[in-house]
């Protein structure tokens, strides 16, 4: 048996813009599709539903947000957290994680947040925790540029170390409900955190009622200090990987952290990020793959947006019929790699955009028959844990995948029919 959870990659953002059913009957800003959309993916019986986040209008891409918002691309966007309500309302067993910056959000405020969100839901939260790479961002909370890499590392590890105090900053039996004596908690069993540390000051305790559950946390940076923190902390990373043996290399690397950080590695399931496009047959799956090689101005435009706001770096000044040069940034390093690593050595700027369109690595074009046989091998090869989905969250694009492929995983036992009662972490140490 297999996890599997789904990434909308577009966040709480615009939904299906770009494909022939564009809003048709839905409206991106409501609720309502990304409940759908979440009641699917509990039926589907997924584990997950991971909702990315960004701060900013991205304009790195020749110095002009004319791509970005002409595509809809990382803007407009709402804020995952105010989602949440919503998909916890709409499903029982369904893990449901937004995105939460560890560099911009105070702790004192994320704690209180995620523990009023876990409150509502039955044990089903996560906090998807990221760095926030972005100078753009930056410069929306006072900064002129973002902290050096490592070092925002270095302030998520404080971030989610002051955040878990403040959770345990009522014992568990702290609150009493003791009407005849008149006492709703007792305050002997809540105490100030007192942390002072190098990003974060914080008296505590929390001002609300203790959690029946701390929230699971997942996380994505792959660069060596990423996974190390994952390692440590996570108990799902999201990954980035090409081909079997970088799934390998990449799974044992964060097993490795964990065991460094004193932790079980089973504990932390290493999620791959597959975009699957289901095709009726074998011919069909050829001929899109063939016709998403031919690139149009748009596809080339799409792509390069997205990875010169992902690094921090405009690439438009690159030829495309040149090699890239070595490129290095204080931004996204896992995602930059990733994205050079496409094709070959040598390969020119094309056929990077080419390969990545023709469904290598992270996108799969295929029948549910052989996509459930890619991720079936691939898991064998590569010891576990599973996939995360990624797509749009509009009505076409969810029913596209799941309605042929889930019933071909159930089918070989690769995907649960049933959800245990003890919440997300417990769905998630099942297998
Ligand atoms: C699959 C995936 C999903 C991510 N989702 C988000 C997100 O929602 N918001 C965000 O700010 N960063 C996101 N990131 C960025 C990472 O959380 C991390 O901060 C970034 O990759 C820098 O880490 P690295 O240099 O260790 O790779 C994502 C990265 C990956 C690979």
């Given at each position: 048996?297999?996890?599997?959870?789904?990434?909308?990659?577009?966040?709480?953002?615009?939904?299906?813009?770009?494909?022939?059913?564009?809003?048709?009957?839905?409206?991106?800003?409501?609720?309502?599709?990304?409940?759908?959309?979440?009641?699917?993916?509990?039926?589907?019986?997924?584990?997950?539903?991971?909702?990315?986040?960004?701060?900013?209008?991205?304009?790195?891409?020749?110095?002009?947000?004319?791509?970005?918002?002409?595509?809809?691309?990382?803007?407009?966007?709402?804020?995952?957290?105010?989602?949440?309500?919503?998909?916890?309302?709409?499903?029982?067993?369904?893990?449901?994680?937004?995105?939460?910056?560890?560099?911009?959000?105070?702790?004192?405020?994320?704690?209180?947040?995620?523990?009023?969100?876990?409150?509502?839901?039955?044990?089903?939260?996560?906090?998807?925790?990221?760095?926030?790479?972005?100078?753009?961002?930056?410069?929306?909370?006072?900064?002129?540029?973002?902290?050096?890499?490592?070092?925002?590392?270095?302030?998520?590890?404080?971030?989610?170390?002051?955040?878990?105090k403040l959770w345990r900053s009522w014992a568990p039996d702290a609150v009493l409900e003791d009407v005849a004596a008149g006492r709703y908690a007792d305050h002997r069993k809540v105490a100030p955190i007192d942390h002072r540390g190098e990003f974060f000051a914080v008296r505590g305790p929390l001002n609300t009622a203790p959690l029946p559950e701390e929230p699971v946390l997942v996380q994505a940076g792959a660069s060596p200090r990423g996974k190390a923190f994952a390692g440590a902390n996570a108990d799902v990373a999201l990954a980035l990987a090409r081909g079997v043996d970088g799934m390998r290399g990449y799974r044992d690397s964060v097993r490795a952290e964990a065991v460094r950080a004193g932790r079980d590695p089973d504990e932390v399931k290493v999620l791959f990020v597959t975009k699957p496009t289901v095709v009726g047959s074998r011919a069909e799956a050829q001929e899109l793959r063939e016709s998403r090689k031919n690139l149009?101005?748009?596809?080339?435009?799409?792509?390069?947006?997205?990875?010169?706001?992902?690094?921090?770096?405009?690439?438009?000044?690159?030829?495309?019929?040149?090699?890239?040069?070595?490129?290095?940034?204080?931004?996204?390093?896992?995602?930059?790699?990733?994205?050079?690593?496409s094709a070959p050595d040598g390969a020119t700027l094309r056929e990077i955009l080419q390969r990545r369109s023709g469904g290598a690595g992270d996108s799969i074009i295929g029948t549910a028959e052989e996509i459930a046989d890619y991720f079936e091998a691939s898991a064998e090869a590569v010891g576990g844990d599973g996939f995360l989905l990624s797509g749009f969250v509009d009505p076409a694009t969810v029913h596209g995948v799941l309605d042929r492929l889930a019933p071909v995983l159930r089918h070989r036992g690769l995907l649960r029919s049933s959800y245990g009662d003890g919440g997300l972490r417990s769905n998630l140490r099942d297998f």
């Open positions: 048996m297999l996890h599997f959870g789904w990434f909308v990659g577009h966040g709480f953002g615009v939904q299906g813009w770009g494909t022939p059913g564009y809003a048709q009957g839905y409206d991106w800003k409501q609720p309502q599709i990304y409940q759908a959309a979440a009641r699917l993916f509990e039926r589907s019986g997924l584990d997950l539903f991971i909702i990315e986040d960004s701060l900013t209008v991205p304009d790195t891409y020749g110095g002009s947000a004319e791509v970005s918002l002409a595509q809809a691309s990382f803007a407009p966007k709402h804020d995952p957290l105010a989602l949440v309500p919503y998909l916890l309302s709409a499903t029982e067993n369904l893990g449901v994680v937004p995105t939460v910056s560890a560099s911009f959000y105070p702790p004192f405020t994320a704690a209180r947040l995620l523990a009023t969100l876990q409150h509502f839901s039955q044990r089903q939260l996560g906090w998807n925790v990221v760095t926030s790479g972005s100078d753009l961002a930056a410069q929306n909370y006072g900064l002129d540029q973002q902290i050096e890499h490592d070092r925002r590392y270095a302030k998520a590890e404080e971030f989610v170390d002051v955040v878990r149009s101005r748009r596809d080339i435009d799409s792509q390069l947006n997205s990875i010169s706001y992902l690094s921090g770096i405009d690439f438009r000044k690159f030829d495309l019929d040149q090699p890239l040069p070595a490129l290095s940034t204080n931004s996204n390093r896992g995602t930059l790699a990733h994205f050079t690593s």
